[in-house]
T-cell receptor, first 111, second 114 residues
């Protein structure tokens, strides 16, 4: 079945440093979504990418969808302590109604 | 306020004692699903429902049951819980189950099975 791999599993950065998490699927995705889960909280939708090669920005966050629609990345510029949490990518399977999540990247920002 | 609610939020039980975790949404969403979250494994889908009386297995359905008798409710049933079902459970809902739709998650239920 479809697998969505995400790396790294953990990342510690100093406040002000940049951060990137990568997501790779074993199959082509129709779209990819990104979620953020704060410690003790629930996943919250950040953004969705649909088109091949698409790039979207939300303030300091930049999201990319690969040309082959099998990989994606989330880059945070100049991290802040409010960026702490676990970031998940998720892709819908081809014709199925199931959303497959990556294993997540847990970001710690040191002040 | 649009939301997904789950109850209970925390539960400690013993092996074999049947339990139900309730999930309710007030957004008139057609699609609802249950996930479990375990360290290093991300969120894995247990069951999902496209609409009333329509349910289907996700990736890890063993040991779980669901029902969808009303649009707003999607309870998760553990008939005979075992320790390997100790986990953090999330209910989620979205419109229509189409691929473009955002999932709205409940606050989570932390379950410990002794």
């Amino acid at each position: 079945g479809q697998q969505v791999m995400q790396i790294p599993q953990y990342q510690h950065v100093q406040e002000g440093e940049d951060f990137t998490t990568y997501c790779n699927s074993s199959t082509t995705l129709s779209n990819i979504q990104w979620y953020k889960q704060r410690p003790g909280g629930h996943p919250v939708f950040l953004i969705q990418l649909v088109k091949s090669g698409e790039v979207k920005k939300q303030k300091r966050l930049t999201f990319q969808f690969g040309e082959a629609k099998k990989n994606s990345s989330l880059h945070i510029t100049a991290t802040q302590t409010t960026d702490v949490g676990t970031y998940f990518c998720a892709g819908w399977r081809g014709s199925a109604r199931q959303l497959t999540f990556g294993s997540g990247t847990q970001l710690t920002v040191l002040p | 306020e649009a939301q997904v609610t789950q109850n209970p939020r925390y539960l400690i039980t013993v092996t074999g004692k049947k339990l139900t975790v309730t999930c309710s949404q007030n957004m008139n969403h057609e699609y609802m699903s249950w996930y479990r979250q375990d360290p290093g494994l991300g969120l894995r889908q247990i069951y999902y429902s496209m609409n009333v009386e329509v349910t289907d297995k996700g990736d890890v359905p063993e040991g779980y049951k669901v029902s969808r008798k009303e649009k707003r409710n999607f309870p998760l049933i553990l008939e005979s819980p075992s320790p390997n079902q100790t986990s953090l459970y999330f209910c989620a809902s979205s419109r229509q189950g189409q691929r473009q739709e955002t999932q709205y998650f409940g606050p989570g239920t932390r379950l410990l099975v002794l």
